[in-house]
């Protein structure tokens, strides 16, 4: 019966079972790897976000961002009417962004093993936090000085799709549905590959609420 069949696999059935997925020359999906992380990373998480909250930024074109983010450790992203950089203070407090709390750390270093890159030393953390709704349209992280180091994104809350696309805008992007608990190492050749997330559907998710929040670790300076 195949309406049966389609209900047993809906949400988070279909991150089962976890394991490997290649999805670019160097580029892995690590299904349901930060499940067992989860409990640990909300509180840390909570920490940062009261010492430098959620802010929707203006792109240097004028179009406000319609996910919200935060920074932590050495270096935190920032854009405004000027440009895209990585700044050592978080422009909003005034103060250095909060440090990278050691479970997000072992995290991303752990999860970076897992896709063969063991010198992942990350130096930033952007927080990104999207509402049903939100979007990320297609473009490339271009602001970091290596790129040869990966870039490690953690998915927590509502799913999303990821559009991964080519070298130029124009290449057409393959959908990468990403659940609660997801990660992602992007790595070497596949690092300057545009990239973005459709419109997060409504929804409600049992430990996150009404959001998609997503942690992306990088070596920036
Ligand atoms: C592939 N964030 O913050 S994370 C970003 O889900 C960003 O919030 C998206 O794109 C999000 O810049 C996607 C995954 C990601 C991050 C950086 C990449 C994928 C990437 C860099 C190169 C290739
Ligand atoms: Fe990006």
Redesign the pocket.
Known sequence: MPGLTADLFTDDALQQPPGKKRVGEQSYVLKGYALPWVERLLPALRQVLAQSPFRQMVTPGGFTMS?ALSSCGALGWTTDRTGYRYTAIDPNSQQPWPALPETLRQLAVMAALEAGFDDFEPDAC?I?RYVPGAK?SL?Q?KNEQCYTAP?V?V?LGLP?V?L?GGHTRSDKPQKISLLHGDV?V?GGV????F???LPIKEGVHPQMGSQRI?L?FRMAG
Request: aromatic share 14%; charged share 15%; glycine share 4%.
């Open positions: 996910a952007l990104n990320m473009h992280d870039v994104s998915s999303a990821f991964f992602v992007w596949d690092r300057l590959r990239h973005g997330v997503n992306t």
